[in-house]
């Protein structure tokens, strides 16, 4: 076994094969760029090597640096976890050459799997089901009829340079078929001066599941099951879970064999992972393999109890695979969520900034009977560079059914803080409410079908709300009695603090009656029903776990005047509990709708304008970078705030401004 | 027996009926609550006892022997805010547009002097047209009572002014005169004239709203501390202020019971301050770590954002809090930040409030506009309210502190009781390229020997420890150890006992 390995890449995946290997006795050394000198994965290694400036094509991605990190640590093998160097051929073939250990597969694998047209050549040849379709010139309607039907409708009809749909047809019959062919090759001709046509089967429903396969340098190969991956927004997944809801027995064992039939024919070890798309119907058709360790392996794990990473390091130190197909079962459901650094309300545009609180759920076994796992690479009080992926953490939850997983993750989610930088948490947590989602009737086109708006945040529904509305009641009770034991109160002329209140949230008014005993507060609403809410939550804590009518409830708790600003299950509440008497005045309020500052882009601070990134006429993206001020020689970057026409730039390069002075105008 | 009784309920029930419904119906339709409907949400219910509830003007022209009202404007009398004792006064626009007369100004004064004599704070809320032009110089000196009232009780009992209708005219300077200011947004308004006067006399077209209202006074003249949604909100967050506030000055800032271990360790603070020195970091952070729950009541929130000022808790006793703000010019200091933490240490030292100083200051603002505006005096006036502070004072620098202004923020000359530094502080006259400029003029042309000399001073001054050896940093700490720290320094100052020589009063560069 080796003794020494190094980690050629960086956030949660380095912390992960980190873990492993420290379990293995095995010591670690990561490579950092100046972005992460106080990066996660830098303090758990066991060594470090600096290896260049922020940007991934000068450090992270860059062989040579590897290979000198490499030589002075005297590292025996890489891990090159996933994206980077993960699946280059010529990082793997350096290695060879300098006589040190890739985990991977052997670069010819990697080659073969690398290119589309070859890899579905030779999934084809070891008898994997592809895609039907028609890659040769099609001469006319007539054939490309012929074509169709041989193929099987629906099918697809695509300009072979196409793109961003353009030249594309779905034809369900062969009228259908002979008028799309002639106008996709005419709009082909038209928007790319190249009219070569190809016919596929259009597959309906699609699904993306995918199969597990490890393989060793003994000639086992195994599957490990799959992973359904369907929900994805604009192809990155954002849920996973293992196994699919989808799959029966019969069709897992036919992905598996043929997945593990491809990994034989290209010579592949190490662990692996074979994409296919499974229509309605069950019909599944390879889309590619992905020669690495997968983001999503985790899933995996928690169903199999197999550590991939620890097979890796052993295939690659030429241990035989210590299981065969038959003792791998599949144990309970897995779920992943990966937490993103992307802000879900404002169209999920990647947050960077400090972490200024990131506290993940407790890993390990969970009071419900199940298992949350989290794969980090940050950490409370460090810092989420624009550099690198937005993905930051994987959080997954096991339990014995996929509702007991779901149910899990709810609450794991709810339990998960993190503060300072816009995240995907809510979306997530939302996707797990989600009746589709729960249902297992899920595609690749969930998200966009679902959401078409984009994500507005969740409302509650009644029975939640109420939860929701007695749990704040309780809690504002024991906010309220700590106020009176204030010091310098007159003797025997206390506040008493009142029984009655009213809950108001989500735009509902909820009277309660609170009555407190020693175990917790029971909270009746006015018509009579009641909740019995316990918990140990004091005044400021950030996070208020709770027991109402026996079942768990997690939220996070902020402070808003007279109330609570509550986060749970995907819903961002301002829960306001107030005396029947404030709430009756209230009423008297006028609504006041927010000031309309939008239009104009205004310096926040007094300084001088360094630069200003647009001009008068420019369509600009929310978050676009529009202006930078320097205050006192620090440099700020002003973003637009959402998406507009820029109609005057009132301030140029040079200018002195004070606070408010407005520096641009949007139409 | 039985009619008396009757007749004092029925008495009361004009009495508490105000103008009457109609203009009941009419400040509703403002958006704005009554007079008594105000005292019910800022008092803790049932506790509110009146004063002069029958009394009425004396004037007898221009008619208005013939418009009488009891309690002539102004609702006033003591109750408690969660059990501790305070005094309000509260106009009542429904009467005679709240205007204030003889007797209306006479009821304040009695609650005063009564609020002076037992100790405890004031609280007005004003919704008043102004002066009562018919009672003509009477109302002036009417107001020249509370005034002069105001003044006697400044730094004796605690006074906040909640603003929430007009205040306008000599009514300004009674508020003026009181330790916190707040108004409702878009429903209150202060100015001296207002804007027909200031149309005729400067030819200015101007809005209530612009020239006095809660905006203007929160960002632009810093007349006004905080302005809040609504009156009912107002409240709220006054009740929420006055937990924060000693009863008087004879007494130490309240405690309550907390729930948060004063040896919390926040690891993330190890990494608060960048590696880069040119970067803001937000100071607010620092001050919702060190705080109990997080609990952090800002005063001047929207004013010279680039000194922070505000009550937190530190084992549930309340401490004042002045921080420089990196994210706001640097934290320099300038002539508003100045003027705002020189009133705000002053506060705490009348009232007790032991004083966090949370130091990363790069100096004073450069310019003419500063200079012209006299940053020499307005600087001076927080050297002057930090050295003459007698309560706790526990200071944490955290990156930078430079030139005059290291002197200022609450530095060890000036009496601080514990300064401490973390490991990324900086004590010096200047940045090392300034004073390498200076100290090695003739060397400026080349750029290799100056590059050395700057690492020269870095290595030599970029540190705590000069500072340290001379023992102006009292100990160097670990930033995830803060609150801890913070929290023991203030615990062993309980007892601190400290005065300044005899004086009648000092003479603040005012």
């Known amino acids: 076994m080796f003794k020494k390995i190094l980690i050629a890449n960086r956030g949660e995946i380095a912390c992960r094969v980190i873990k492993t290997a420290r379990k293995m006795g095995i010591k670690t050394v990561a490579v950092y760029s100046d972005a992460d000198r106080n990066a996660l994965h830098v303090k758990m290694a066991d060594e470090a090597v600096h290896i260049g400036p922020p940007p991934a094509n000068q450090s992270y991605i860059v062989i040579d640096r590897i290979m000198e990190a490499i030589r002075a640590t005297g590292a025996e093998a890489v891990h090159p976890g996933y994206g980077f160097l993960s699946e280059r051929m010529d990082f793997a073939a350096a290695l060879e050459k300098e006589g040190v250990v890739f985990i991977g597969p052997p670069s010819p694998a990697i080659e073969a799997m690398g290119d589309k047209i070859t890899s579905k050549k030779l999934a084809q040849e070891a008898g994997v089901s592809t895609v039907p379709g028609y890659m040769g010139l099609i001469a006319d309607s007539e054939e490309a009829v012929k074509i169709s039907r041989e193929i099987g409708y629906p099918v697809m009809i695509k300009a072979s340079a196409g793109g961003g749909g353009k030249g594309m047809r779905i034809a369900w019959n062969d009228q259908e078929a002979a008028e799309g062919f ?33 393989a060793d340098k003994h000639g086992n190969c195994v599957y490990l099951h799959e992973r359904e991956c369907s929900i994805q927004r604009r192809n990155q997944k954002v849920i996973e879970e293992a196994p699919s809801p989808f799959l029966d027995e019969a069709t897992r064992k036919a992905m598996g064999e043929q997945a593990c039939a491809l990994a034989k024919a290209v010579g592949y070890t190490s662990a692996g992972t074979v994409e296919f798309i499974v229509d309605g119907n069950r019909n599944f058709y390879f889309l590619e393999m992905n020669t690495r360790l997968q983001v999503e392996h985790p899933v995996t794990e928690l169903i199999t109890g197999v550590d991939l990473v620890e ?113 995907n948490l809510p979306f997530c947590s939302a996707v797990m409410e989600h009746p589709r989602f729960t249902s297992g009737n899920i595609t690749t086109a969930f998200i966009a079908e679902e959401y078409p708006e984009g994500f507005n945040g969740v409302t509650l529904d009644g029975a939640m709300l109420r939860r929701v509305a007695a749990a704040a009641a309780a809690m504002n009770r024991v906010a309220e009695i700590r106020r009176t034991k204030i010091t310098g109160t007159m003797d025997n002329h206390q506040r008493r603090v009142g029984d009655d209140w009213v809950v108001s949230v989500q735009g509902e008014a909820f009277p309660v009656t609170v009555s407190a005993d020693k175990g917790g507060s029971t909270v009746t609403f006015a018509e ?140 | 027996m039985k009619d008396i009784l009757q007749e004092l309920e029925d008495r009361r029930a004009v009495a508490r009926a105000g103008g009457g419904a109609r203009r009941v119906e009419a400040q509703h339709a403002k958006g704005k609550l009554t007079a008594r409907e105000r005292i019910e949400l800022l008092l803790d219910e049932g506790s509110f006892e009146e004063f002069d509830m029958f009394v009425q003007h004396r004037c007898t022209d221009f008619g208005m022997e013939e418009t009488r009202h009891p309690g002539d404007g102004v609702v006033t009398g003591w109750g408690t805010i969660n059990g501790r004792m305070v005094y309000v006064f509260s106009q009542d626009f429904t009467v005679l547009g709240g205007s204030v007369s003889e007797t209306h100004a006479a009821k304040i004064c009695k609650i005063m002097d009564m609020a002076i004599q037992n100790g405890a704070p004031v609280i007005g809320m004003n919704d008043s ?61 202060m100015f001296v004239t207002g804007p027909d006067v200031v149309k005729t006399v400067t030819n200015e077209q101007v809005t209530a709203e612009e020239l006095g209202g809660a905006s203007t006074h929160t960002k632009k003249s810093s007349v006004a501390d905080g302005a809040y949604e609504n009156d009912v909100e107002l409240i709220a967050e006054t009740r929420r202020l006055f937990d924060f506030l000693p009863l008087n000055n004879r007494e130490k800032a309240p405690v309550r019971p907390f729930f948060d271990d004063p040896a919390r360790v926040e690891m993330s603070l ?101 200079e012209y505006g006299g940053v020499i005096k307005h600087g001076a006036k927080l050297l002057f309210a930090y050295g003459e502070a007698t309560v706790p004072k526990v200071t944490v620098l955290t990156r930078k502190t430079y030139g005059g202004a290291y002197v200022v923020m609450s530095s060890k000359h000036l009496r601080g009781d514990f300064n401490y530094a973390w490991p990324t502080a900086e004590v010096a006259v200047m940045g090392a390229k300034g004073a390498v400029e200076i100290l090695y003029r003739s060397e400026l042309g080349d750029k290799d020997k100056i590059a050395g000399r700057v690492k020269d001073y870095e290595d030599r001054f970029a540190n705590p420890f000069v500072a340290a050896e001379k023992g102006f940093i009292d100990e160097v700490i670990m930033p995830h150890s803060t609150r801890r720290r913070v929290a023991r320094a203030f615990a062993s100052l309980r007892t601190k006992k400290q005065a300044n020589p005899w004086k009648k009063h000092d003479n603040i560069p005012l």
């Open chain 2, 270 to 370: 190890d990494t608060l301050v960048p590696d880069n020195p040119n970067q803001p970091y937000d100071m607010k952070e620092l001050i919702l770590k060190i705080a109990d729950e997080g609990d952090f009541f800002e005063i001047q929130k929207d004013f010279a954002g680039n000194i922070i000022t505000g009550f937190i808790r530190l084992e549930g006793q309340t401490v004042g809090v002045v921080a420089n703000q990196p994210m706001v010019l640097a934290g320099c200091l300038d002539i508003d930040a100045s003027r705002k933490a020189a009133r705000f240490v002053r506060f705490c030292d009348a009232f007790e409030v032991p004083i966090l100083t949370l130091v990363d200051v790069p100096g004073f603002l450069p310019g003419t506009s500063q």
């Open chain 1, 528 to 667: 009579g029903t009641s909740h019995r809410v316990e918990s140990d939550w004091t005044p400021g804590q950030p996070l208020a776990r709770l027991m109402v009518d026996g079942t768990p409830l997690v939220m996070k708790v902020g402070k808003v005047p007279m109330g609570f600003r509550l986060r749970v299950r995907g819903a961002d509440l301002k829960c306001l509990v107030r005396s029947p008497r404030q709430h009756a005045l209230s009423l008297l309020m006028p609504e006041k709708l927010p000031p309309d500052t939008s239009k104009f882009l205004l310096c926040p601070m007094p300084g001088l304008v360094v630069k200003i990134n647009v001009a008068e006429g420019d369509e600009v993206q929310e978050g676009q970078a529009l202006a930078t001020v320097e205050a006192m020689k620090m440099e700020n970057i002003l973003k637009a705030e959402r998406r507009g026409v820029v109609k005057k730039i009132a301030a140029s390069a040079g200018a002195s401004l004070k606070v408010d002075d407005i520096i641009m105008e949007f139409e």
């Open chain 2, 129 to 189: 047209g102004g002066a009562r032009i018919q009672e003509g110089v009477s109302s002036l000196a009417a107001y020249g009572e509370v005034f002069q009232r105001n003044i006697l009780a400044s730094g004796v009992v605690p006074q906040i002014s909640l603003i929430m209708g007009p205040c306008a005219g000599g009514a300004v300077y009674s508020p003026a005169m009181t330790d916190f200011i707040f108004m409702v947004k878009d429903s209150s308004y």
């Open chain 1, 182 to 214: 002639q106008s996709s090759k005419n709009e082909a001709a038209a928007s790319f001066g190249d009219d070569r046509i190809f016919i596929e089967k259009f597959v309906t429903q699609p699904r993306h599941i995918e199969i597990q396969v490890l």
């Open chain 1, 311 to 423: 097979q890796m390091i052993r295939v690659a130190a030429g241990e035989p695979l210590p299981f065969a197909q038959g003792d791998l079962k599949i144990n309970g459901w897995a779920m992943e969520s990966r937490l993103y650094a992307e802000d879900p309300y404002r169209n999920f545009l990647p947050s960077i900034g400090r972490l200024t609180r990131y506290r993940p759920p407790v890993e390990g076994k969970t009071a419900g009977g199940g298992i949350v796992r989290n794969d980090t690479g940050v950490y409370e009080g460090g810092e989420i560079s624009m550099f690198y992926d937005p993905m930051i953490a994987k959080l997954c939850t096991w339990g014995e059914t996929r509702a007991a997983a779901i149910e899990e993750m709810r609450l794991a989610l709810d339990t998960f803080e993190v503060e300072g930088i816009g995240h």
